[in-house]
């Protein structure tokens, strides 16, 4: 799963950078803008995407985000993607970088 995912952040910046002008910097700066787009909304594919990442994902997003009021299995399985995603998202964006010196 990663590897498609990473794949597909890599078109997509790259395509940003090409189009829009973007910097490495400009895309760090707004990163949480690009990794919510990642996020699955229908709660099939949040448990499906859950459980394909990586085990060391499993309840950090909770323990290092948090959560306020009630909270679900589905909001918690959301936190781990996020922390996932955003991993996925950096990695990709250093590569890209390291390519381009």
Same mark, same amino acid.
């Given at each position: ?14 395509? %940003?950078?090409?189009?829009? =002008?973007?910097?490495? *910097?400009?895309?760090?700066?707004? &990163? ?5 787009? #990642? ?23 909770? %323990?290092?985000?948090?959560? =306020?009021?009630?909270? *679900?299995?589905?909001?918690?399985? &959301? ?5 996932? #995603? ?16």
């Amino acid at each position: 799963m990663s590897y498609a995912v990473k794949k597909s952040i890599r078109e997509e910046l790259t395509h %940003a950078m090409e189009s829009a =002008g973007y910097s490495f *910097d400009d895309l760090r700066d707004n &990163s949480h803008e690009w990794i919510d787009g #990642y996020l699955p909304i229908y709660n099939n594919t949040i448990i499906a995407e859950w459980q394909n990442m990586p085990g060391h994902y499993d309840n950090r997003g909770y %323990a290092e985000l948090g959560q =306020g009021g009630e909270i *679900d299995i589905i909001n918690l399985m &959301s936190l781990d993607l996020y922390l996932y #995603y955003t991993d996925l998202f950096h990695e990709t964006l250093n590569e890209m970088e390291a390519g381009q010196e």
